[in-house]
Structures are given as structure tokens and as C-alpha cells.
């Protein structure tokens, strides 16, 4: 069948009512305020190609691809139609016709089919950018012009400095300071979250080890899948789904913690990813139940107050796939907001995508920089030094717009600033516990 | 078909980029808030009113219909390009060129998006009424075009209220600027009135001035509960008979209730017949409490076994969305919904509701009842499945019956909605042959070659048999 996996979606389809209220929300409708570039316009595509009226044209391709799948629509829409579900179904009929861009090619080749699958490659690969960062290298490349020679010298201006070493899952421990732990939780790495960012994933260990946990990373983990899933690459995604539940499935933890909003969302749906799947339906579902983001999970907890002074005004960046997806909006807002001296000042369009999106900066480079520096413009107007997220996307895209723009902004993760309020709180103490009992 | 030097010379005006042309694209402005669907042979999307300007001229040069839009929200077909053509999508004109504190007054592009204009004067203290229910995504250039409402018109008024003066580009491209930042004028014809509910057939509005009011400073809503829809519908009368003039008084049904209550979660009595949302804005809080009590003393009196009034705004902003939510949650219960506007004289409001009662079950539908009741306005909907074979006669018959009750119960076809293509067979009916041919007459002098929104508002057809049926849809939109 041509539109094999799109026919399943005719019904999520036909709910549409066209009501419009999704242009409200919209990124690259605010953006082009372009029909075709809304979820309405997108719908009404995707149902025109599903019943033979449209075939697969440039004009399909480039509206549809545009889509960032943020879920803004979906989680305004007043008849229920799932967005994401739809968007990718197209793909994965539209993908095999149409030309595929470089970008594009580039990251299914080197970061899906083989840097994702393996992450010891996958550390490998973000060892050679640290140590290309650290070295005379970068200025070498940069000063040459030879990154602009190969095209990939915006590419590489997305790239944070990496600092400290990565995060290898190998049944590391962290433990509360005193008391037996009253949850035994285990620790998600993800990819970019455990080298790019392994300071806020260590950070995120010790903020739960501080409110009572047993923290363990658990080894044989890897990436989520949902680049995979995105693209549209269901065996990737599915590949990766068992093999986490695999390494998960023995540690008998209460939860699995996670501190990037866009694995969180896939993990939290490995029941569905894996729902045809008789050997893995259920420890599928059983292990998606487990999952919780790193504010949701310390939002419900009765915290630990030993919070020290700090001196920052931080506004908030909603990561799509913590709002609109998992509806958590509130949490992250009562953390930061529970931290004496940090001042908490709302940006306009904070749920508005920041045109991260997986690999949307390098497949749609232009409506991705449009979006950063609309939120950059919204971050600036509020006088915030600090932008809190809470997803490695939004803190690599924001970051590149704060080096391309020079904005005074520091990007952090929530938890990073929790763990910085714990340790002003204890100065000389030693918070990071770590047990690195090799299992 | 355009030719490609008509296509050049639009990309000229606009902007390549501001050309819309791909197959795709086409669908995307093929359709509203209806069932309908037609692709236009090309959708601009000019930035400035002298674009504008520049489209019209080529249009009537070259004999091209014109349709304008704002977001396409509509729900009568009034923005499908049914003749194709150019469809003029005036998105892009968003400005908010003035907000003028001290005279209460506005000038905006067409395009702005109506929330987003309350919003900006609600931020100096300044308010404007019209809120129409898709008001978070429609253009205040459509709110003209059609002359929009909502619940807060019982109060306060409706769109051609709050317009002062307009520019309007005509059919051959002249500027037309009338009316103005003015509270009065006696000068002339008054011109922005005309073009007020036109929808797009007599000129292309791309600026308008509003009038603003103080933003009242309280608001307090409450809910009755009753157990029987004629007790609710009566109701209505007898609160504005008892001298009070709520800010909105809106009516739903039992089906609705259950609707609105699953698809927002809300706590609301589940078998309630009906429910009227009651609220009032004032300044003095004590004043606009003191008519809420009497409010629901009102309707006490009238038969409503449980009334409550909102304690927190987070209480009362769940309510509107109740009542905002619920077309959308409307559309959940049955595949297809066909909307109605009807408005009669808010004392007749109980007759109609029950010679919609009887529609029903004369034609095997169920008929939903709600809508802005203090103000006349309903929105009966037929609920049905296209695909069962045959009921979209049916859907014919009890419309048709519906739109007759209101007319011979001395109402009309549309309140705040418009005629678009949905209900242009019943104009004569609802006008007379007089009005109707004035209309036509002022269409001819306004645009003589019949290029702007051609086939809208005016009968199309020998007979209103096939009034739903004949429209289009994609697949049978485009010739070949």
C-alpha cells in the first residue's frame, strides 16, 4: 500500500475540525503566519495525500518536514488529534520519495544507524569534538576557513564546550549522606545528557541522592530512540527500547529518572513503541510506568529545604516535550522557585518551541535559527542573566544563540541549579557520594 | 487557470515567498471551519494595505476573483474560494498601528488576531468587547466581515458597535477611507456600515478603527442548574425583565453539559437539562455581586434546582472554557455536526428551543441546544453520520426546517456567523425581494465585475434542494 502507515492515522485525521485554534500555538505559523505551515494546513495535506488528491511534491515535502513536532498543536487540540503520530506516519510513507538532504543523510548514516546504537562509538565521537574543543584545533579550523569549506561551519558553532569527563552507566551508586534511601531510583544517561552535559547529570544524582534516594546507573543503557522514532526508523527505536528494558528490567528500582523532557516522552510511551511485540509488551509497559522526569519526580517529594542563597534571576524555557507532551508545566517552576534568592521572571511564549527539535537545527536550519532567536528576544525583554530548561535540545540550541547573539544569558539545566542552591547550602562538605561499585 | 505573467506579477507585488502555489499549498487554503473545501488557483499574502492595492488592480484588470481571509475560522463557507481564483490570506497584516489611551480607540491591520488585540489594550486599562469563540485565532478583519459576536454582545454589542471607520480597498483597486477616529459622525452615508458583514463582497477591509471601552475592573459569573430546558429558557426573559442587563447569558443543554464536563473535566451536574452561565462586570464589587444574587434569585424563581457562583478566577476561567471548548467538544460525539446561527427575539428564545425540540424528532436527529440565549443567538446543532446513506437529506430538511421556525418566529438566518455560501439559498426567504434586490444592486455598483468573493451571500440556485449537498469538496472542487 503507498500510504501504508498514514491510512492507520484516518481517523486521528478526520477529527481534525479545522477550528484553526491550533495557529494560536503554532511556532512556524506565529513564524510565517503561512497556512501550509500550521497544523491545520498540515492536516489537511497530509488527509488530501492520503486520499489520492495530492501526491508527494516539493511543497508537501517542505511543509510537512517543517513540522518540529513539538506537540503544541496536540496538546491544544479540541478534537484530539495527535499530532506527532500523524506527522511521522506521513514520513515514513513520504521518505522513501523524495530526496533526502544532505543534513539529513548525514545524520541517519553516522547518528542514527550507528553513533546512537553504540554509545561507547558514541562517546568516542563527542571524545574527538572535546578534545579537538580543548586543543588548538578549534581556532585552527575556525581561522583556516575550513569548516566554512566543508559546510560545516554552523554546524560546529552549535557544539557547547564539553567540561569533565562523560558519564559511562556502569552501576555507579550515589547514596543519601545519612539515612537508608527511601527509593531505590535508577539513574537515565541518555547520549548528549552523559557527555555534553555529564556535569548536570551528575548534578541530577547527587539533587536526588540528596533527597533521599539510592541512585544507580544502571549499565547497558543507551539511547532512547527517539531521534529513531522521529525519523521515522520504528525497528531503530524499537531496537533501542529492548535493549534499555533489558537493563533496567533486573535493577528492581521504584523509578527510572530521566533529566531530558525528549527522551522522557518516548521512554514514557515504550508500551505503545513496543506494543506488537509479545516478548516485550509488558516489561515494556512496566518499564514506561517507571519513568519520571527528574522535576516531576522531586516536585512530588517532600524536599529537602537545605537550600542555600543564590543571587540569579532565571527565566523559565519550556521544553515541548515536557509541556505539551507530558504536561508537566508546573514543576520545574515550584523547584526554581523554592530556591532562596533566585528570582523567577516569565518570558512571553515560554512554551513556544526554541526550534531545537531533535535534528530540526540541521535538517531546517533556518526556521530552527527564526525560532532561537525568537526565544532569545523573549528571554532578553525580561531581564533574566539565566535561561532554565530542562532538555539537552533547548540548552544546545540556546546556547548557540547566545554565541551567535553575544546575549548576556547563561543556559542551564533546572537541576543544575538546584544542585548549585544544595552545594552554597554545604560548603565544605563532600555532596557527590560517589560509590562507583562496579556491578 | 492563471497564466505564469499573472503569477510573475503577483510575485512582483508580494514577494516570491508570499506566493502560494504548490499543489499542497493550494489545499491549504482550500477550506474553513465547514465541511467544504475548494483550492483557489493561487493564495498572496500581502503585507500592507498597498499590496492590496496592487493584487485588486491586477484583478480587475484581468478579470480574477478575489477572496479574502483572515484565519479562515468562518463557519458558513464565506472564505472558500468556490470560483478560485487569487485568495488574498491577510495573516501577515498583524499590526496593532495604534492603541490611542486617550480617545479609547484603536487602529489595527486586518489581520490581527482578536485575543491578541484585547490582550495588547487590556495592558492600559482599555477593553474590547466582541469575543467571538475562536477569538484566540480569528482576524479582526473577519470579526468586520461578518460582523462577529459572542456571549458578551447581550451587554455589549457586537462588532459594527466598535468599528468607527475602515479602509477598504475596492474592486478596482481605489482606496476607500471612511468613518474615523470619531464618537460621532453625521457626515454622509455611513460607509464602514455597509461593508460591515459584507464578507468580502463589496471590498477588501485592511484597516480598521475601533472603539474601546474602560476595562471593567470585576467580574463575577455564576451557574444555574435546571431540570427542565423550558425552564431555563424562560429564565431569560425574566432576568432582563427584572432590570438587569447581565455582561453574558449563555445557554446549554444537557448534551452539551456532558460534553463540555468530559472533554475539560469538570464537576458540573451531569443530569441538568440545561445550564445558564450568568455573569456581570462592573466596577463596584459589591454592586456586581448584589446582581448576581439577584440573578440567582431570578432563576430560582423560574425552576433551576442549583445555582453557583464562581469563587476563584481559575473556577470562572474553567466555565469559559466550558462554553468556548464546546463546539470542539461537540465535534467528539458524533462524526459530523451541522452548526446553525439562527437569532430571534430574546423572548422567543423558549419557542424556538421547542420548535427545535420537535425538529428533532421529526427528522430522527438529535438537535443540540445552546448558545448566547440573553441575546436571541442560537447554535442548534444537528448531530449525524455522512456516511450512512441518505442522511445528508435528512441534514437538508431539518436545517431547512430550522432556518424556517426562526423566520417565521420574525428571526433570522445568522447572528454573528454570516451567510457565506451555507445559507445563500434562503435569502430571499429571509430578506424579502426588496432587500434582496437593493443588495444586489449595491454589489453591481460596488463591484461590477463581480470579482470579489463571487457566489457568497447571494442565492445561487433554482432551489434551496440541494443546498448542502452542491458544495464543494476536494475531489470535485477543481475542473478536470
Given amino acids: 500500500m503507498i500510504r501504508k502507515f498514514l491510512s492507520v492515522e484516518d481517523d486521528n485525521l478526520q477529527s481534525c475540525i479545522r477550528c484553526g485554534l491550533c495557529l494560536s500555538v503554532c511556532p512556524t505559523y506565529k513564524e510565517t503566519l503561512a497556512e501550509e505551515e500550521s497544523p491545520r494546513g498540515r492536516i489537511a495535506i497530509a488527509k488530501a ?15 510537512e518536514y517543517s513540522c518540529l513536532l513539538c506537540e503544541a498543536c496536540t496538546a491544544i487540540c479540541p478534537a484530539g488529534v495527535q499530532m506527532e503520530r500523524l506527522e511521522v506516519a506521513l514520513r515514513a510513507d513520504v521518505n522513501g520519495k523524495r530526496p533526502q538532504p544532505f543534513g539529513e543523510r548525514l545524520s541517519r548514516a553516522i547518528l542514527y544507524d550507528r553513533l546512537l546504537m553504540d554509545m561507547s562509538l558514541f562517546r568516542f565521537a563527542s571524545g574527538f569534538i572535546r578534545v579537538y574543543q580543548r586543543s588548538g584545533l578549534r581556532r585552527f579550523a575556525r581561522a583556516t576557513g575550513l569548516l566554512r569549506a566543508f559546510g560545516l561551519h554552523k554546524l560546529e558553532g552549535l557544539l557547547p564546550p564539553m567540561r569533565g569527563s562523560f558519564v559511562v552507566p556502569k552501576g555507579q551508586r550515589w547514596l543519601p549522606r545519612s539515612g537508608s534511601p527511601e527509593y531505590r531510583v535508577g539513574l ?23 533527597n533521599g534516594c539510592e541512585v544507580i546507573a544502571v549499565s547497558g543503557q543507551g539511547c532512547c530512540g527517539s531521534l529513531h522514532f522521529h525519523a521515522a526508523d520504528f525497528e531503530g ?5 529492548r535493549r534499555n528494558i533489558d537493563a533496567f528490567l533486573e535493577q528492581r528500582v521504584d523509578f527510572i529518572i530521566l533529566n531530558s523532557a525528549g527522551c522522557g516522552t518516548l521512554l514514557k510511551h515504550y508500551g505503545e513503541l513496543l506494543g506488537d511485540d509479545p516478548d516485550y509488551k509488558e516489561e515494556a509497559a512496566a518499564f514506561a510506568r517507571k519513568i519520571k522526569d527528574v522535576t516531576e519526580f522531586l516536585d512530588g517529594l517532600n524536599m529537602n529545604k537545605e537550600l542555600g542563597g543564590m543571587n540569579a534571576i532565571v527565566t523559565y524555557q519550556e521544553p515541548c516535550h515536557l509541556s505539551h507532551t507530558q504536561g508537566i508545566r508546573q514543576a520545574p517552576r515550584n523547584l526554581l522557585r523554592s530556591i532562596p534568592g533566585l528570582k523567577l521572571v516569565e518570558m512571553e511564549e515560554s512554551d513556544v518551541c526554541c526550534g531545537s527539535a531533535g535534528v530540526y537545527s540541521i535538517t531546517n536550519p533556518d526556521m530552527s535559527r527564526r525560532l532561537a532567536m525568537r526565544k532569545i528576544r523573549n528571554a532578553l525583554a525580561t531581564g533574566a542573566d539565566t535561561i532554565a530548561s530542562a532538555n539537552p535540545g533547548c540548552m544546545l540550541q540556546l546556547y548557540a544563540a547566545v554565541q551567535e547573539t553575544g546575549a548576556k544569558l547563561q543556559i542551564k539545566h533546572v537541576v543544575d541549579l538546584l544542585d548549585e542552591s544544595y552545594r552554597v547550602a554545604r560548603p565544605k562538605e563532600e555532596v557527590d557520594i560517589c560509590l562507583a561499585k562496579k556491578q | 487557470m492563471l497564466s505564469e505573467k499573472t503569477i510573475e506579477e503577483l510575485r512582483g507585488i508580494v514577494g516570491g515567498e508570499h506566493v502560494h502555489i504548490g499543489p499542497a499549498e493550494l489545499v491549504a487554503y482550500s477550506y474553513d471551519a465547514t465541511f467544504q473545501q475548494h483550492r483557489p488557483d493561487v493564495a498572496v499574502s500581502p503585507a500592507c494595505t498597498e499590496e492590496v492595492v496592487e493584487v485588486m488592480k491586477l484583478a480587475y484588470r484581468e478579470v480574477i476573483p478575489v ?26 497584516m498583524n499590526k496593532v498601528i495604534e492603541i490611542d489611551k486617550d480617545n479609547a480607540m484603536a487602529v489595527v491591520q486586518a489581520g490581527v488576531v482578536t485575543a491578541q488585540l484585547q490582550k495588547e489594550v487590556e495592558k492600559v486599562g482599555l477593553f474590547y468587547p466582541p469575543d467571538p469563540a475562536s477569538l484566540n485565532q480569528c482576524t479582526i478583519g473577519g470579526n468586520v466581515a461578518c460582523n462577529a459576536g459572542g456571549p458578551r454582545c447581550l451587554k455589549y454589542g457586537v462588532t459594527r458597535h466598535y468599528v468607527l471607520g475602515l479602509t477598504v480597498v475596492l474592486a478596482d483597486g481605489r482606496v476607500l477611507r471612511c468613518g474615523g477616529k470619531l464618537m460621532k459622525n453625521s457626515t454622509g452615508y455611513q460607509l464602514p456600515q455597509l461593508f460591515i458583514g459584507s464578507e468580502g463582497t463589496l471590498g477588501v477591509v485592511t484597516e480598521v478603527i475601533l472603539r474601546l471601552l474602560p476595562l471593567p475592573r470585576v467580574r463575577s459569573t455564576a451557574t444555574a442548574f435546571f431540570s427542565k430546558l423550558e425552564d431555563a429558557s424562560r429564565s431569560v426573559a425574566a432576568i432582563i ?45 459589591a454592586a456586581v455581586r448584589k446582581e448576581v444574587e439577584r440573578m440567582a434569585e431570578v432563576v430560582k424563581a423560574q425552576g433551576a434546582f442549583l445555582v453557583k457562583v464562581a469563587a476563584t478566577s481559575k473556577e470562572r476561567d474553567d466555565l469559559w472554557k466550558a462554553r468556548r471548548g464546546l463546539g470542539p467538544a461537540l465535534g467528539r460525539l458524533s462524526p ?42 442560537l447554535h442548534p446543532s444537528i448531530l449525524f453520520d455522512n456516511t450512512k446513506p441518505g442522511v445528508m437529506e435528512q441534514v437538508e430538511k431539518a436545517a431547512e426546517a430550522i432556518f424556517d421556525a426562526a423566520l417565521e418566529l420574525g428571526g433570522t438566518l445568522s447572528g454573528e456567523h454570516g451567510i457565506g455560501t451555507l445559507k445563500r439559498e434562503f435569502m430571499e426567504d429571509a430578506l424579502g425581494p426588496v432587500a434582496l434586490s437593493v443588495m444586489k444592486d449595491i454589489k453591481k455598483a460596488l463591484d461590477p465585475k463581480g470579482i470579489l468573493n ?27
Avoid: W
Fill in chain 2, 67 to 92: 477572496v479574502a481571509r483572515g484565519a479562515s475560522t468562518g463557519l458558513a463557507g464565506g472564505t472558500i474560494p468556490v470560483s478560485g481564483g487569487i485568495l488574498l490570506n491577510l495573516a501577515r
Fill in chain 1, 237 to 241: 527505536a524499537r531496537k533501542l527500547a
Fill in chain 1, 188 to 210: 537515565f544517561t541518555g547520549c548528549v545528557m552523559s557527555t555534553v552535559y555529564s556535569s548536570t547529570t551528575l548534578a541530577t544524582a547527587r539533587v536526588l541522592a540528596a
Fill in chain 2, 241 to 285: 425583565a427584572s432590570g438587569i442587563l447581565p455582561a453574558t447569558l449563555e445557554l446549554m443543554d444537557n448534551v452539551c453539559i456532558n460534553a463540555s464536563a468530559d472533554y475539560l473535566s469538570l464537576d458540573l451536574p451531569r443530569d441538568a437539562q440545561a445550564m445558564l452561565i450568568l455573569e456581570q462586570d462592573g466596577n463596584d464589587e
Fill in chain 2, 336 to 377: 459530523n455536526r451541522f452548526a446553525e446561527d439562527i437569532t430571534v427575539a430574546p423572548g422567543r428564545i423558549p419557542e424556538m428551543v421547542h420548535r427545535l425540540l420537535e425538529i428533532g424528532k421529526e427528522f430522527g436527529f438529535q438537535i443540540l441546544v445552546f448558545g448566547h440565549a440573553g441575546d436571541g443567538n
Fill in chain 2, 454 to 480: 463571487p457566489q457568497k451571500v447571494f442565492p445561487q440556485r433554482a432551489s434551496r434542494k440541494g443546498f448542502i449537498m452542491a458544495l464543494p469538496t476536494l475531489g470535485n472542487d477543481l475542473p478536470g
Fill in chain 1, 49 to 63: 495525500f492520503l486520499e489520492g488528491y495530492l501526491e508527494v511534491t516539493p511543497d508537501l515535502v517542505k511543509h
